[in-house]
């Protein structure tokens, strides 16, 4: 792994309309990158699939088998997580936009809808045939991009694209134990490929940085926490309204969505609050960011499962006590926080008081778990006063730097 950029040729327009283009790098330091039609359409795809593995944590949770349900969702999860950041990257350093580029990403979105389409058979039988098939589908037309860059490079460059290709093809022959081992081998062999996934990055990148762009990134990592925590909200709110419809409990249930609000408002404060894209300067801050980022979205989208696990809770329809519903909602939430911050926050904050503020907020998140049913309120109500903090403690420095400038002005 290097940690020094290699300068890509001078970047091109995409929009060029020429069908077929060479698949060359673009340029780290394009001006007024931004994210394109086609990635927020295969962002809008992929939450698909987060919504179903959302659907079999809630009903995992509800009906007692909250440890299964985790295991299994961790293991869904992973695979949407990692082939959405795999193409990610690849995106912001080779997207060229020709014909034959956006066909191969439509086919990684036919895959991840085939792997949603397994994800209910993943749950409840613990049946990977339909999400092993989408997941192949995406990776294979994944290595094809890289042969492809391959192709249209020579030196370093070329030897990195080869990797990438090798290294996503073996891992998913790997995958393929996931349907023959015994059901109690399979989580540990899902531990063996998820690293060996993780270690592809590295190993091809050695002596040679792909020329991803550090605001496009930073871009598209937001808008898909975007996008998952609206697929919260409007997971919670569906739960409160058949809530209402059914059971007639507008009252037991406005603490819950009163709090759930307060949550996710919070989250997306705390995490857009901070300039990350002038901390990725290395392929090593760059790849603990990035990997980092499953906790962030996996916690993120586990709020809005939790939030109906509590509305499900308060209207008698799930199986748990007050307690466990309660953490359903508490422990994603204080989870998210604390990966936020050890990502995001705690390079921009200055001083003990400020950096123990993300921190404080999740111990406090925690503890509201054991408040009955006024806990999702009480951690949302936390969630808002630590947003409070936060802005608060940074005004003061800037306050106290600026006062002497307009007393002698």
Known sequence: MTSSPTPPPPSRAPGSRRAL????????????????????????CFVVAVAQAGIGLVHSVAEGHAGQGILDYAMVFFALWWAWMNFTWFASAYDNDDVLYRVVTLVQIAGVLVLAAGVSRA??????????????????????????????????ERTTALRYAGGVLACQVGWLG????????RPWWFLVMALLEMCVPPFAERGYSTSWHPRHIAERYGLFTIIVLGETIAAATIAVKSGIDENDALGELLPVAAGGL?????????YFVVPIHGHLRTNRQAFLWGYGHYLVFASAAAIGAGLE???????????????AASAAVTLPTAL?????????????????????????????????????????????VVCALSVTAGETLATRPAARESGPATRTG
């Open 21 to 44: 283009r060479r698949l060359r790098a673009r340029g780290r330091d394009e001006a007024h990158r931004t994210a394109s039609p086609l990635e927020l359409f295969f962002d809008l």
């Open 123 to 156: 749950f409840e039988d613990h049946e990977y045939l339909v999400v092993w098939l989408g997941y192949a589908i995406m990776r294979v037309a994944m290595a094809a991009q890289w042969l492809r860059a391959a192709r249209a490079s020579e030196g370093p």
């Open 178 to 185: 996931l349907l023959f081992l015994p059901e109690g081998a």
């Open 262 to 270: 307060l949550v996710t408002f919070a989250a997306w404060w705390i």
């Open 309 to 323: 696990v509590a509305v499900e809770q308060t209207v008698g329809k799930a199986h748990i006590s007050t307690l």
């Open 336 to 380: 998210y926080l604390l990966t936020v911050w050890a990502l995001h926050s705690r390079h921009f904050k200055r001083g003990i008081t400020q950096q123990l503020v993300l921190p404080t907020t999740a111990l406090l998140v925690i503890c509201c778990t054991f408040l009955g049913h006024w806990a999702v309120f009480a951690a949302g």
